[in-house]
Structures are given as C-alpha cells and as structure tokens.
C-alpha cells in the first residue's frame, strides 16, 4: 500500500498502523479479544502496509489518544463533561470532531455510570432484583465493588449469582439497555450494537478471590453440588501456582513440607526465576541442590506434566487453607492474620 495521509485511511487501515507501531508483542495481547474474521482482516491489513511515513504514524498516535481521552471523560462525567474538557484542550470543532469519531465506532463499558457508585449504596437498589440482573450487573464492575456486594447478598442467593455469572456468555444490546433503564440511566445512545461479552469463569473468580473467606466457601460448597464441574474449574483458576509468590514465608515453608520433591523439580520446570527464588529461599540448602539436580537429570519435560506438578502443589495450598494452617490474602478482611 503506497503511502497515505491519515485522513484517507479507514480504520482498519488506522489500526493496523497502530498495531504496527506497537509491536508484535502488544499487538497479539488484543488480538486475543477480536474475533476470528476481525483477526484476519487486520493481519490481511498489517501484511499489506507499506512505506508508512513518519507523519501519517504520528498522526494515528494523535487520534487514537484524543479518542482514549474523550472515553475516559465520558466514562467520568458524560458527552457533555467530555465535550467541555475536549473543547479546553482541542478547541470546539476539533471536540466535535473527536466525540463524532468515539460515538460512532466506539463503546463506553455499560453500566460505566454505576463503577464509580458506593457498593452499599448499589446494593440497597439491586439486592431485591432477580439473580440474573444483579449477576449481570456485577459482571461489569470491578472485582472489588462485585465482591463487596455478593458478600452482603443472602446465602441463597450468592451462589445463584456467583453460577449465573460464571456461566454467563453474551448478553445483547437491549437486555442491557432495559436493565440500565431499571437503574433509571440510558446509554443506549452509546452502547456498541454488537454483543457484549461479560461474566465468564474468569470473572467469578476474580471476584471470589477478593471476597471473604466465609462467602467463597459458601459458594463453592454450593457450586459444587449444583455444578460440579463448574466448581472444578472455578477452583482451579482461584489460585495458580504464581500465587504461591503472595504467601508468607511461614506458610510456603508448610506447603513445602507436604510437597515431593520430584513434583517440585518438575513444577519448576517453567517457573518465573522469582517462584524459584521464593521457594528456594524457604527450602534448605542441601534440599535446594538436590531439586536443582533432579530438574538438570530429567530433561525436557512436557508442559502437560508440568501443569500438572503445579496442580499437585495449588491442591496442596488449598487444603492447609481449608485446614486454617496457612493464610492466603485475599480482598476481604480474613487477610488479616493476628
């Protein structure tokens, strides 16, 4: 593609020229959120793009962060917060101008309005509703807010919750719309028509790795005779191997004397330098050299055997936890150890 100003690309020209200027390794982190058919047409875009000028880059750069900025107003006080401060800063018509590109092919989060309201304010207004709309309005706060309110529902309920946000997948545009309505707002002028993803295993466990001991125990217990396997796989992602880097020396020197020492060779295998140093901090001298020697004379080893030592030891983690032999911190207030 031979070169262009920046007001004769489109934007899929545009964003393949930001995805260039940052390089593969952030690029391939938000290809993870497209779709398959959005991932090919910029790759088609990417390989397509030639002698792209300094200029034309710059200005991309330029656009993109007015269009980030104007977002983040918006998401602080709305069009006409945003539109006053980018009328500050850029003058009225290039305001106009910046506001037109983000209405037009950008989405302000749902339910933005209600991140910056007090949890207990929120919950005094959604604890009466049913499962499915407080489960898809958690599904957009932040992992504390969710884990604040889930916390003060009642026990029946939180479980309900916690399952319909762990299995929840795309809502559409006007199931959103009416529940935004419900907590007398609209969006809808800003509300991407496409289906919006939120909920999900992953955002479960967010939140029950920050709400209190007492609750996530009440609801995985739940879980676990309602949806077995989605109690597996909720608990196998609250806490990874990693995490091992957020105990106390104290309770990894526990953990450890449970754990044998060929699955610690192997699950080391493809740990960070700074697990190994943790747990060869907390581990003897004369052991430390053995494991070392054991993950030397064993070679190459197939991540699936790997995982699976890290798996060993986070089940090892969970059942002193559950024994009340070791802490682990969490947003709650167990985290505090007297």
Same mark, same amino acid.
């Given at each position: 593609?031979?070169?262009?100003?920046?007001?004769? $690309?489109?934007?899929?020209?545009?964003?393949?020229?930001?995805?260039?200027?940052?390089?593969?390794?952030?690029?391939?982190?938000?290809?993870?959120?497209?779709?398959?058919?959005?991932?090919?047409?910029?790759?088609?875009?990417?390989?397509?793009?030639?002698?792209?000028?300094?200029?034309?880059?710059?200005?991309?750069?330029?656009?993109?962060?007015?269009?980030?900025?104007?977002?983040?107003?918006?998401?602080?006080?709305?069009?006409?917060?945003?539109?006053?401060?980018?009328?500050?800063?850029?003058?009225?018509?290039?305001?106009?101008?910046?506001?037109?590109?983000?209405?037009?092919?950008?989405?302000?989060?749902?339910?933005?309005?209600?991140?910056?309201?007090?949890?207990?304010?929120? &919950?005094?207004?959604?604890?009466?509703?049913?499962?499915?709309?407080?489960? $898809?309005?958690?599904?957009?706060?932040?992992?504390?807010?969710?884990?604040?309110?889930?916390?003060? &529902?009642?026990?029946?309920?939180?479980?309900?919750?916690?399952?319909?946000?762990?299995?929840?997948?795309?809502?559409?545009?006007?199931?959103?719309?009416?529940?935004?309505?419900?907590?007398?707002?609209?969006?809808?002028?800003?509300?991407?028509?496409?289906?919006?993803?939120?909920?999900?295993?992953?955002?479960? #466990?967010?939140?029950?790795?920050?709400? @209190?001991?007492?609750?996530?125990?009440?609801?995985?217990?739940?879980?676990?005779?309602?949806?077995?396997?989605?109690?597996?796989?909720?608990?196998?992602?609250?806490?990874?191997?990693?995490?091992?880097?957020?105990?106390?020396?104290?309770?990894?020197?526990?953990? &450890?004397?449970?754990?044998?020492?060929? @699955?610690?060779?192997?699950? &080391?295998?493809?740990?960070?330098?700074?697990?190994?140093?943790?747990?060869?901090?907390?581990?003897?001298?004369?052991?430390?050299?053995?494991?070392?020697?054991?993950? @030397?004379?064993?070679?190459?080893?197939?991540?699936?055997?790997?995982?699976?030592?890290?798996?060993?030891?986070?089940?090892?983690?969970?059942?002193?936890?559950?024994?009340?032999?070791? #802490?682990?911190?969490?947003?709650?207030?167990?985290?505090?150890?007297?």
């Amino acid at each position: 593609m031979a070169s262009k100003s920046q007001t004769e $690309l489109n934007g899929l020209q545009k964003a393949a020229i930001l995805f260039i200027i940052v390089g593969p390794e952030k690029a391939s982190k938000v290809f993870r959120y497209l779709k398959d058919d959005e991932v090919e047409s910029l790759t088609l875009e990417i390989a397509n793009m030639k002698n792209i000028t300094p200029s034309v880059k710059d200005e991309v750069l330029d656009e993109f962060y007015e269009i980030c900025l104007a977002q983040q107003y918006v998401a602080e006080g709305g069009i006409d917060y945003a539109n006053d401060l980018l009328e500050k800063t850029f003058g009225p018509e290039r305001a106009r101008e910046i506001i037109g590109k983000l209405t037009d092919s950008l989405q302000v989060r749902p339910f933005e309005f209600v991140r910056k309201t007090d949890p207990s304010q929120l &919950l005094n207004f959604i604890q009466d509703e049913n499962s499915q709309t407080i489960a $898809l309005i958690l599904s957009y706060l932040s992992a504390n807010q969710a884990a604040t309110i889930i916390g003060a &529902l009642s026990p029946e309920k939180q479980a309900d919750v916690a399952k319909r946000i762990a299995q929840m997948d795309r809502t559409s545009p006007d199931t959103i719309r009416d529940v935004e309505h419900v907590l007398e707002r609209k969006l809808a002028s800003l509300v991407n028509q496409d289906y919006t993803i939120a909920g999900g295993v992953d955002a479960i #466990v967010d939140i029950l790795n920050t709400v @209190d001991r007492g609750t996530e125990k009440h609801i995985m217990e739940t879980l676990e005779i309602e949806e077995p396997e989605l109690a597996d796989e909720i608990r196998r992602k609250m806490f990874v191997f990693e995490d091992i880097l957020t105990l106390d020396d104290r309770s990894i020197q526990r953990v &450890l004397r449970e754990v044998d020492n060929n @699955d610690l060779a192997v699950a &080391l295998k493809s740990a960070g330098e700074e697990v190994c140093e943790v747990i060869f901090k907390n581990t003897s001298k004369r052991q430390v050299e053995m494991i070392k020697d054991d993950m @030397d004379f064993m070679g190459p080893v197939r991540l699936k055997d790997v995982e699976e030592a890290q798996q060993k030891i986070v089940n090892i983690i969970r059942k002193l936890e559950d024994a009340g032999e070791i #802490v682990i911190s969490r947003g709650g207030g167990d985290e505090i150890v007297v």
